[in-house]
């Protein structure tokens, strides 16, 4: 089991890299969530990512430093990442509940257009 736990770091590093460099190139943009149009709610999506993307980036710096670095830093690595779980929880929390909230309110079908992958409201 825990050689999966690693070698699924690793690819998630590779993934999570790949969201920060695509950006540069004009691909999934990263929002402002400083914009002075934004509703409340739009601000509190975006804030609620920058977390959790912040969130990953201690988990996976972490990871590595375990794998790869010294052994003095193993143990208050090994903590930090072990804490990194209830971070992960609550956004599964948050967004599974903005989910409903949308689908049972203004953004009926979101649910299934997530499933489908589609991307018209129909």
Partial sequence: MWNWHIYLGYVLTG???LRFILPLFGHMKFQNP???TLSIKEKFQKWTYLIF???VV???ITGLIIEFGSKELKKPMEDIHVFGI???IGFI???LAGVFIAEFTNQKGIISRILSGS???N
């Fill in 15 to 17: 993934l999570f890299s």
């Fill in 34 to 36: 400083f914009g002075k």
């Fill in 53 to 55: 993307y912040f969130g």
């Fill in 58 to 60: 201690i988990s996976l």
């Fill in 86 to 88: 209830y971070y992960l």
């Fill in 93 to 95: 929390v948050i967004h």
């Fill in 119 to 121: 991307k018209n409201k």
